[in-house]
């Protein structure tokens, strides 16, 4: 079963936190959009970079998909042939 964790808010916090930002005593937000960016993108922890890990840190392999054995038809009657009138 695959956990999920809400990150949201935290996310959400974050930018808020990136684009408010104000000289230390002062009123004047100094984030512009030109020069300044921001962007949090869904990874898979599989698909982190290599800086992301520590030396000696075992990094997470993509799971092996299993293929699914097709199922034959099924040799169940039908409904006029389990029920003649």
Request: glycine share 2%; hydrophobic share 25%; charged share 35%.
């Amino acid at each position: 079963q695959t956990k999920r964790l809400d990150i949201s808010w935290p996310i959400k916090d974050f930018s808020l936190k990136c684009t408010d930002w104000r000289a230390p005593d002062s009123h004047v937000n100094k984030y512009d959009e030109n020069i300044n960016s921001i962007q949090v993108v869904t990874t898979r922890n599989f698909d982190l970079p290599d800086d992301v890990f520590e030396p000696g840190e075992a990094r997470p392999t993509r799971p092996v998909k299993t293929k699914t054995v097709t199922k034959q038809p099924s040799k169940k009657r039908g409904f006029e042939e389990a029920n003649p009138e």
